[in-house]
């Protein structure tokens, strides 16, 4: 059986939590998550992998088990998100690692690994989007606010952060939805409804358009370095469409691009052939 260890870590003042598993001289998989979720999202992933990977897989500032620090002491950006994840690999001493990314967790590493290309070995991304082609018309009401900051525009966005719409990221694009457990979408929910969780999120909203300024920085990394790469995508994204996950090809020749029929939480659904295709790209 797996064993899986709940650590928490001070970085900077700042108490970050993480899952960790597998064998520590193992190469190592950063793990980073998406909105609205945590490194629970992993959970169907991690005993599938750690018996030949060593494991990682923090809750980002403001999400799950790390600190949600106010608003008036900790700037809620990307850039500051990827600082402190850049530092938590540093504190607990990771040197080498390859990255597995998802949604939100897809900024927060290509920032990383465009800062620090000697310490990435490869990259997975699961409908973690680094093209402007990958992003839908469901992107239109946070584009309208990170355009234009006024208040009528971040209220329009609360339809973002209700249960019912956790609900349907989880379940929208899947043949069947009553295989989608509903333990992730509600835990999800629980960390939603802590007092001014709504504010830190519309915060992060208003900030997304600092992540697509910087695709073209993205991709000068892709193109200079040539990380492995394999995509595997749920095909049914509403929000990362199929053509984000084949754009990496275009600076990637030799990207693995797999999609899967399924929407944007992908492992919820397909743990099973998410792991294999990362255990044959690993090697």
Request: glycine letters at 8%.
């Amino acid at each position: 059986m797996t064993s899986i260890a709940y650590r928490t870590v001070d970085v900077d003042g700042l108490n970050v939590f993480y899952r960790e598993a597998g064998p520590a001289d193992a190469p190592t998989l950063l793990l980073l998550h998406g909105f609205p979720s945590a490194g629970h999202m992993f959970r169907d992933l991690i005993p599938k992998l750690a018996d030949r990977v060593h494991i990682v897989a923090p809750d980002l500032p403001g999400f799950g088990q790390s600190d949600m620090p106010a608003r008036d002491v900790f700037e809620y950006t990307f850039e500051h998100l990827a600082d402190v994840i850049d530092r938590f690999t540093e504190v607990i001493g990771l040197n080498r690692f390859a990255l597995y990314v998802f949604d939100y967790g897809a900024p927060t590493g290509f920032r990383i690994a465009a800062k620090h290309p000697e310490r990435i070995t490869a990259i997975i991304s699961q409908n973690g989007n680094a093209y402007e082609e990958g992003l839908s018309e469901g992107w239109n009401p946070i584009r309208a606010y990170w355009q234009d900051r006024s208040q009528a525009n971040r209220d329009a966005l609360r339809a973002f952060l209700t249960p019912e719409t956790t609900r349907w990221q989880y379940t929208h694009g899947t043949p069947d939805e009553t295989a989608v457990s509903p333990d992730g979408s509600t835990l999800d929910n629980a960390y939603l409804a802590r007092p001014d969780a709504h504010e830190v999120q519309l915060e992060l909203f208003g900030d997304y358009g600092s992540n697509v300024a910087l695709y073209p920085a993205f991709q000068e990394y892709f193109r200079t370095h040539q990380p492995p790469l394999l995509a595997v995508w749920g095909s049914n994204d509403p929000f990362f469409l199929p053509a984000g996950a084949e754009a990496f090809k275009r600076d990637l020749p030799n990207a693995d691009v797999q999609f899967l029929n399924t929407g944007h939480f992908a492992l919820e659904t397909h743990a099973e052939e998410i792991a294999a295709a990362i255990t044959k790209f690993l090697g």
